[in-house]
């Protein structure tokens, strides 16, 4: 039962090309992230989104675009891919509480991306 | 902003010994710290966590870390290292909206790459 899933794990394509990774959580939770990891190994935020709503856009290209059909799912379409986009893209999820942090950030496996 | 240190790039230790793996952040409220672990080619696993209480907190694996709030640190330890832990540890902080609703925006560090020898 993983409770955080992403497909594909393993994505080689050219660039120029449009793809999209997949995302499902069954956690119950209402808010999804996708994180990118760099070479270097550097996680960063990209999108936060909370019951289907953006609520994290950490100044990514426009050619990434988040998609959260239900609270469930967050899928990432990547247009015009650049040798710049190889990374580890990571999707997570949480239940956002008020008042603080009641719960952690539950992450998937992550997928690679490798443009060329 | 927030952010997260992480001084050692690479740590090797022999089997058995113990560890402790540093990290520092820097962020003007209270902080919710985290470690999380990556195995080659794996995702993050949750190793720990600190939201407030108890500034020593235990983990899976036989971690635990302690938060030192005069020293900005949130060190991980293990008492005697297993092969298995080989991994690259990252250590992050959370990011609570002040508006009331928690943000849910992690800062990670640099990752440490942890090497086990037999």
């Given at each position: 039962d993983t409770a955080v899933s992403q497909t594909p794990k393993y994505l080689v394509t050219q660039m120029g090309n449009d793809k999209s990774i997949k995302c499902e959580q069954n956690l119950g939770h209402d808010t999804m992230y996708w994180y990118k990891q760099d070479s270097k190994k550097f996680l960063k935020i990209m999108f936060s989104y909370n019951n289907k709503e953006l609520i994290i856009n950490e100044t990514v290209p426009n050619r990434f675009s988040p998609k959260s059909p239900d609270k469930a799912h967050l899928n990432l379409h990547i247009n015009s891919l650049e040798l710049g986009d190889s990374a580890v893209y990571f999707c997570a999820s949480s239940q956002r509480l008020p008042g603080g942090w009641g719960n952690t950030i539950y992450f998937g496996e992550g997928s690679w991306l490798t443009v060329v | 902003a927030q952010s997260v240190t992480q001084p050692d790039i690479h740590i090797t230790v022999s089997e058995g010994a113990s560890l402790e793996l540093r990290c520092n952040y820097s962020y003007g409220a209270t902080p919710y710290l985290f470690w999380y672990v990556q195995s080659p080619g794996q995702g993050l696993q949750l190793l720990l966590k600190y939201f407030s209480g108890d500034t020593l907190v235990q983990g899976i694996k036989g971690f635990e870390a302690e938060f030192k709030?005069?020293?900005?640190?949130?060190?991980?330890?293990?008492?005697?290292?297993h092969w298995s832990d080989a991994a690259e540890y990252f250590c992050a902080v959370?990011?609570?909206?002040?508006?009331?609703?928690?943000?849910?925006?992690?800062?990670?560090?640099q990752g440490t790459i942890l090497t086990v020898h037999p």
């Open positions: - | 709030r005069s020293q900005s640190s949130f060190n991980l330890r293990k008492p005697s290292v959370g990011v609570f909206n002040a508006g009331g609703t928690s943000y849910g925006k992690l800062t990670f560090g």
